[in-house]
């Protein structure tokens, strides 16, 4: 395979997932358009099912030629394969033509593979996780068009095609947050409506910068481009060149760099933009775990390592990376530790593992930040593709107790009032929506038990245990995941974490180190309070949990409508009372995910091990060991030659690269040994007694720093009252008051005026005459008469 | 030679005196005559200043007297029609009962 077979096959990456999005979504518009699922016949049930094969075979086939690709670069000594022209965007007048071109370069090629596959295993997961939602074919439209976006995005050669991508990737996002748009209430988070705006408008600050970045970049290129056309100056080489030679000032790379770093910040969900993304969890899992967690939010860190060359000459810039990272890092793994809702842990665990890569990046650890990029992409989307699971069995399993009930009632007001079937309709039906109001709104406001206060919220840990016994590839994998991401060693995220926090204290940035260090503990911590209260400890409460909601419900309302004799047991005979009969005896079981829901698990949690010794130290296991450095190398080459005329450049020894690894190792041991602690051996007391040993710490960390408090009181009521104050004030007081002014004034005189005109001859001929005379003094008085 | 002077101040005291007229008088055919005594009035300053000011055969202050004649007699015709109108209408052509300028 040469250079030219890669040229001619490159533009297929991208392109076919669109496709697949096209076919689906003509599918979807002729044959299946807001019909329900169950309304479907079975010419629609096969289209409908189409557009997931439709979807998978696109994905399938860009993963392909990915992987060829891939191979390719590693057995070529070329390490730059670039597409000029596919085609050409706005064609208009000689120079005013924005080519579309696509490259291959180790970065590109790594993102692409990292891409496709995490986007297959979402793709086969959702065929079970979506199966019974009236969506589906949209679903399978929306996602290999973010696929196709996101490979736009990390595949163009120029950073107006950059930006395009950038920006459809938000858009497929914000489709995906909202993917349930209809929903009304989700168990007091936000809901997907308002969470893909949220997404969108912060991103739009990032992009703000972002924006601005480009157009700096194309005001500077402008003197440098001899003979370039005009936009094809903003080709990634042709800018590079201009900065690697030195022509740009320091001030104007510092500003450039942190313009560009602001839309990563965005994207990436780095403080103080990472608000959106812990909402954006409204959208299904899947979703999550390949945009939220896996791909999207890494084009922040593709995009500060695309500029290396840019970036590497401020240190200033590199600085502010590296603040900003760390201190993410640190939110994410503080928050993480004290959140209920399972996804919202393994959110803020995603805003801390970007910060990770952001402060890699900050100590220029180039090659880090992209080994734990690939790692964090497998293990996370391995986590939540399992949350998934799990909230998927949890929501079965609620909704089939609806049903139970819904058939119970009626089957008892039948018995209770066998000659007024009218009646009991009407108390069957009351007592099943207060059933199932309980469980979703909860049954007294003011109570202090948070189940009855709150609801049953499906995502909630409390409520959950011991699902080993229902689902164990789930589980198994889940574990696995959860330990790379802790860094528990000979992990991936072992290896990776460790060279970023290597990298670090290298640079002697002790303090960097340190916190990095601390938040790896907490990360060790959270992820494992997961798993064990998840997973491993405790018992099944959600049948329980679920009945105590529904009988209070019903007792509340049978005694409004004043029904004598009822027995909520009767009703519920979903659980017989305790859980652990009821497994025995009723219908309730977890629903077990189906193989191509653990199909993907599986092999996730197979890289969530394998991937990491692609990265092994060099130090210690000899030179050639770390396959991805010697394959990335290519790419952050700029950077490392700045770096080598500087006195940054430092190679690591071999003691201390030990110690490092040893440090790390018991670090994340211990966050797992605290996890097993406390939520294994003494789910029922510990954690009860540790918050409240920490007092206001864990109110800050459980309330998320307060972030959203603090950003609603500044920039929704000050932002508010602020443009109060310009309507009421500024526009309204003295811009209309002008307006109207100038026209009250006008009428006044014109009231006065029109007393002049009386229709009477003689009058004109008077104001004529006296005009006349005022004429002849002005003239007699200025220029005077001589005789 | 009369000076100038003197047919201007008699030219003065005629327009004047239809300015009064026309200012003063209640008959719309009065008012009329006035203006044409003010018209007048004006030509003799046309014909007075043509005599002083022009040095040889100059004719622009004549001509100009003969176009206001000419334009007098037109209006006269029009004004006569308008007055005529006027009486058969209201049958009043005194000045101060017509204000239908106004409407």
Redesign the interface.
């Known amino acids: 395979m040469t250079a030219k077979d890669v040229e001619s096959i490159l533009w297929l990456v991208p392109i076919i997932p669109l496709v697949a999005s096209f076919i689906n979504a003509f599918i979807s518009l002729a044959f299946l358009a807001s019909r329900k699922k169950s309304d479907l016949t079975a010419g629609q049930r096969f289209a409908r099912g189409l557009t997931g094969v439709i979807g998978i075979t696109a994905i399938i086939s860009s993963l392909t030629i990915s992987i060829i690709l891939l191979v390719f670069l590693q057995g070529s000594s070329e390490h730059l394969v670039s597409v000029k022209e596919i085609f050409i965007w706005i064609p208009s007048g000689d120079d005013f033509q924005i080519r579309f071109g696509l490259m291959l370069d180790p970065l590109t090629s790594v993102m692409t593979v990292v891409v496709t596959t995490i986007s297959l295993m979402v793709h086969i997961f959702s065929t079970g996780y979506m199966k019974n939602e009236d969506g589906f074919h949209r679903f399978y439209t929306y996602l290999p068009f973010f696929t196709f976006s996101m490979l736009l995005l990390v595949m163009c050669n120029n950073f107006l095609w950059l930006y395009v991508g950038w920006e459809l990737v938000g858009l497929s996002s914000y489709l995906l947050i909202g993917f349930w748009f209809a929903k009304k209430y989700d168990w007091g988070r936000m809901l997907p409506s308002s969470a893909n705006v949220k997404a969108f408008v912060v991103n739009r600050i990032g992009d703000f910068g972002f924006g601005l970045g480009v157009m700096w970049l194309f005001v500077i290129m402008l003197p440098h481009g001899e003979g370039i056309p005009l936009f094809d100056r903003l080709n990634y080489e042709n800018v590079f060149k201009v900065f690697e030679e030195g022509l740009v000032d320091g001030k104007v790379v510092f500003l450039v760099s942190i313009l560009l770093f602001m839309g990563a910040m965005g994207k990436s969900a780095q403080i103080p933009l990472h608000v959106w993304l812990p909402d954006a969890m409204a959208g299904p899992t899947p979703v999550s775990a390949l945009i939220h967690a896996a791909t999207m939010v890494t084009a922040g860190v593709y995009l500060v390592g695309r500029i290396n060359p840019i970036i590497v000459r401020s240190e200033e810039a590199i600085a502010v990376v590296a603040v900003i990272g760390i201190l993410t890092a640190f939110f994410g793994s503080t928050v993480g530790t004290t959140q209920k809702d399972i996804k919202a842990v393994m959110a803020y665990s995603t805003v801390s593992q970007l910060g990770y890569m952001f402060f890699a990046l900050g100590v220029y650890g180039w090659v880090a930040a992209f080994f734990h990029l690939m790692t964090h992409a497998f293990f996370k989307g391995l986590l939540f593709l399992g949350c998934g699971a799990v909230i998927h069995s949890n929501e079965d399993t609620i909704k089939e107790m609806f049903e139970e009930i819904h058939h119970n009632a009626e089957e008892w007001a039948k018995k209770k009032y066998p000659d007024d079937p009218a009646k009991a309709a009407e108390y069957a039906f009351e007592l099943f929506e207060a059933a199932e109001n309980a469980i979703e709104y909860g049954v007294d406001p003011n109570s202090d038990d948070r189940l009855m206060r709150d609801g049953l919220d499906p995502q909630d840990m409390d409520y959950m245990g011991n699902y080993f016994k229902q689902m164990p590839v789930v589980a198994i994998s889940m574990t696995f995941g959860a330990a790379a991401l802790a860094g528990v060693p000979l992990t991936a995220g072992f290896w990776s974490k460790d060279e970023i926090l290597g990298t670090a204290a290298l640079q002697g940035q002790w303090w960097i180190y340190l916190i990095g260090l601390f938040s790896a503990l907490l990360t060790a911590f959270y992820s494992f309070r997961m798993i064990f209260s998840v997973f491993w400890s405790g018992s099944y409460r959600l049948p329980n949990a679920l009945t105590r909601l529904a009988h209070t419900g019903m007792q509340k309302k049978a005694t409004e409508l004043g029904i004598q004799y009822f027995n909520p047991r009767e009703i519920i005979e979903f659980v017989g009372g305790n859980a652990d009969k009821a497994r025995k005896q009723v219908k309730v079981h977890v629903h077990k995910p189906g193989w191509n829901m653990q199909a993907p698990l599986a092999f996730l949690a197979f890289m969530s091990i394998a991937a990491g010794y692609v990265g092994l130290p060099n130090v210690i296991f000899g030179n050639g060991v770390n396959q991805i450095e010697k394959f990335l190398e290519p790419t952050f080459e700029p950077a490392l030659k700045v770096m080598e005329n500087s006195d940054i450049a430092k190679q690591p020894d071999f003691t201390g690269t030990l110690i490092l690894l040893l440090v790390s190792a018991v670090v994340s041991l211990t966050g797992v040994g605290i996890a097993y602690v406390m939520y294994h051996k003494n789910r029922e007391t510990l954690p009860e007694r540790a918050m409240r040993l920490s007092g206001p710490l864990y109110y800050i960390s459980r309330n998320k720093w307060y972030f959203d408090e603090v950003y609603d009181l500044i920039f929704i009521k000050g932002g508010l009252a602020f443009f109060r104050f310009l309507w009421r004030g500024i526009d309204v007081f003295i811009i209309d008051g002008i307006v109207n002014g100038v026209g009250y004034v006008t009428r006044l005189i014109s009231q006065g005026l029109r007393k002049v005109q009386t229709g009477f001859v003689t009058n004109y001929a008077l104001y004529i005459a006296l005009g006349l005379v005022v004429v002849v003094a002005i003239f007699y008085l200025t220029v005077g008469v001589k005789f | 030679m009369i000076p100038t ?1 003197w047919f201007l101040i008699l030219s003065g005291v005629l327009f004047s005196i239809g ?1 009064t007229g ?2 003063m008088r ?1 008959n ?1 055919l009065v ?1 009329f005559m006035c203006v044409e005594l003010m018209m007048n009035a004006v030509n003799i300053t046309f014909v007075a200043f043509a005599r002083s000011f022009t040095k040889g055969i100059n004719l622009a202050g004549d001509n100009f007297v003969v176009f206001v004649v000419t334009v007098a007699a037109a209006e006269a015709a029009v004004g006569l029609a308008i007055i005529v109108s006027l009486a058969t209408k209201q049958s009043s052509v005194d ?2 009962s ?6």
């Open positions: 002077a300015l026309v200012l209640r719309v008012i000045a101060d017509i204000g239908m300028l106004k409407d």
